[in-house]
């Protein structure tokens, strides 16, 4: 059974002290959740840039799911 699905979001960010941070890859519900871990991590950062990864799967925790991923017949 599928827990929800997750998103990958991904930001270029500059942070307080000037240092430029890319391809930062955060995993949310939706924008705002990943945005708000952002902050959480880099406080007073300035988001440049944010895009969505090309691969977003399904997080599962059903037995024959991670059974399958495991053995490789996924």
């Known amino acids: 059974m599928p827990i929800s699905q997750m998103t990958k979001y991904v930001y270029k960010i500059r ?5 430029v941070v890319d391809n930062l890859q955060i995993y949310g519900k939706a924008e705002q959740d990943s945005r708000a871990k952002l902050l959480q991590m880099y406080r007073n950062c300035e988001v440049l840039n944010i895009s969505i990864a090309a691969n977003s799967r ?9 059974l399958n991923r495991i053995v490789g017949n996924y």
């Not at 942070?15 to 240092?19: F, P, Y």
């Not at 399904?58 to 991670?66: A, G, K, R």
């Open 58 to 66: 399904q997080l599962s925790t059903d037995y024959e799911d991670v």
């Open 15 to 19: 942070c307080c002290n000037g240092a």
